[in-house]
């Protein structure tokens, strides 16, 4: 849900024809685009608070990112050092946080 335009994006899909999906996944992200093939500074976002964040899984239950198989995933600046990271806030909350070259 984007809070400064109201917006939100559900993403209903199914595998092509003669391909048969294994598994599912949601994510939660925020991202360092790529801009004329090359990655962008990541902005000083400083923290961004994901909250019921859970997905559906193919049998229609909730799930969420603490009951979830979790694997949270650092980003990295152009030197290979952290620039953003996940902290898991009970149930179904994401805190991400910016550190190092992006501040």
């Known amino acids: 849900m984007n809070y400064n335009t109201d917006q939100f994006v559900t993403v209903n899909f199914s595998a ?6 294994v598994g599912n996944s949601a994510e939660w992200i925020v991202e360092r685009p790529g801009i004329g093939g090359s990655l962008a500074t990541l902005t000083n976002y400083i923290s961004d608070y994901f909250s019921d964040a859970y ?17 949270p995933v650092v980003m990295l600046d152009n030197n290979g050092k952290p620039a953003s990271y996940p902290t898991p806030l009970g149930a179904n909350a994401i805190w991400m946080q910016d550190e190092g070259s992006a501040r």
């Open 55 to 71: 997905a559906y899984n193919f049998g229609h239950s909730r799930v969420d990112p603490a009951t979830a198989r979790s694997f």
């Open 16 to 21: 092509p024809p003669k391909t048969h999906l």
